[in-house]
């Protein structure tokens, strides 16, 4: 199954747009829109003005959807998030008061800063889609992706994500700092106006919906989920590895793929697709043993050493 032109056009739209927000970042911005894609939530961890927020903002404004933005501290109560019931003494009733949380496009700006009890509150709509608020279920809009942004040099007044936390982001990857020539472009271009004023929608909520219902349907062969599966069990077995991949992993992974797959403009999807997306896919998963951190281990030297050890399927069927 071939994407169709109307979605090949609105994807290429956005990448344009997200490229002229961010210089020399393609890479990253087709990991975003792979996210966007296949539904997942994303958390960006780099320091401190490399384009994160400008990233987000370029890519809400892109598809047209509701977009808000929480600036997380340790004063942020769960109820600043989902929202609150007030009571309204004319109509002699509680009202719900929706929080930014129901919306399109989430962006949970420096996350580590809030308390672990407001992180909580962010589980339920990360996986289930919805929220609960004085016992009554309020469903998300759709499609709903959270983008969190963390410091990583920063760690005075942070907590630390949860394991739990970290396994309900698809992706977690960083920016970076662009090189010399991208760096003088991106001051030259950004000079007389910032990038974001000239972005335009190019498509809408509901046409991303239909695109993330299409990638859904990609095909992958029994021989790459096998491949997959194969990734995953050699992670949990690795010697430098306390606590390997667990099958939401997996099962990420392999939307991942699918929703890459579609993006390219194919309608399978290839062990090339698991190799690009794996690391930041499952590198935020893996626990490392001490020992192994010590030597100087990490979770993308780990995953190397499991693709050498894993052979790749070669006969698949389209």
Same mark, same amino acid.
């Given at each position: ?35 966007? #894609? ?6 960006? $961890?780099?320091?401190?003005? %490399?384009? !994160? @927020? ?5 890519? =809400? ?40 949380? #129901? ?6 700006? $420096?996350?580590?800063?809030? %308390?672990? !009890? @407001? ?5 339920? =709509? ?193």
């Amino acid at each position: 199954m071939e994407t169709t032109v109307a979605h090949t056009q609105a994807l290429a739209q956005m990448q344009r747009n997200l490229e002229s927000c961010i210089l020399g970042k393609s890479h990253e911005i087709q990991l975003l829109l792979t996210a966007l #894609l296949a539904g997942g939530h994303v958390l960006l $961890e780099d320091v401190p003005g %490399t384009g !994160k @927020t400008v990233l987000i903002k370029a890519l =809400a404004k892109s598809i047209h959807g509701q977009f808000r933005r929480i600036q997380c501290n340790p004063d942020l109560l769960p109820t600043d998030i989902t929202g609150v019931s007030i009571y309204h003494p004319k109509q002699e009733e509680f009202l719900f008061r929706p929080g930014p949380v #129901l919306t399109n496009i989430l962006l949970v700006d $420096e996350i580590n800063r809030a %308390t672990t !009890k @407001t992180q909580s509150a962010l589980l339920e =709509a990360m996986e289930e889609r919805h929220i609960t608020v004085d016992g009554e279920l309020h469903p998300l809009p759709t499609p709903f992706l959270l983008l969190a942004t963390q410091n990583p040099i920063d760690f005075e007044g942070t907590y630390t994500l949860p394991e739990a936390q970290l396994d309900r982001f698809m992706f977690k990857f960083s920016l970076g700092y662009p090189d010399a020539e991208t760096e003088q472009k991106m001051i030259l271009s950004q000079s007389k106006q910032h990038p974001l004023e000239s972005i335009e929608a190019v498509t809408d909520a509901e046409h991303v919906y239909a695109m993330q219902k299409q990638a859904r349907d990609i095909h992958i062969d029994d021989a790459v989920v096998a491949y997959l599966v194969a990734i995953a069990r050699a992670t949990r077995e690795h010697p430098s590895v306390f606590l390997g991949t667990s099958p939401r992993a997996t099962i990420s992974l392999v939307q991942a793929c699918k929703a890459y797959a579609f993006l390219q403009g194919r309608g399978y999807v290839i062990p090339d697709d698991v190799k690009f997306l794996a690391p930041y896919v499952l590198g935020h998963r893996l626990i490392l043993k001490s020992e192994a951190i010590m030597e100087g281990a990490t979770s993308v030297s780990v995953l190397e050493k499991v693709f050498q050890s894993v052979p790749v399927p070669i006969r698949l069927e389209k």
